[in-house]
């Protein structure tokens, strides 16, 4: 990696950067909700499951 990637990680943005986008985040998945075929849902869906799966939590 060079410093560049580092940095440009989001461990190391600042507060408000973060905010910035999770905010920016949640309002396209508001706004991919009210589309019926939404690929940016199926992969947070598939991703939850995933999750669930790994953690345990779901058999």
Do not use: C, M
Request: glycine share 4%; net charge negative.
């Amino acid at each position: 990696l060079t410093a560049a990637e580092v940095y440009h990680h989001p461990l190391f943005w600042n507060p408000e950067f973060r905010l910035s986008f999770l905010q920016n985040a949640s309002d396209l998945v508001e706004l991919e909700g009210r589309k019926p075929d939404s690929i940016v849902l199926k992969a947070i869906e598939a991703s939850v499951q995933l999750l669930y799966v790994v953690n345990g939590t779901k058999s």
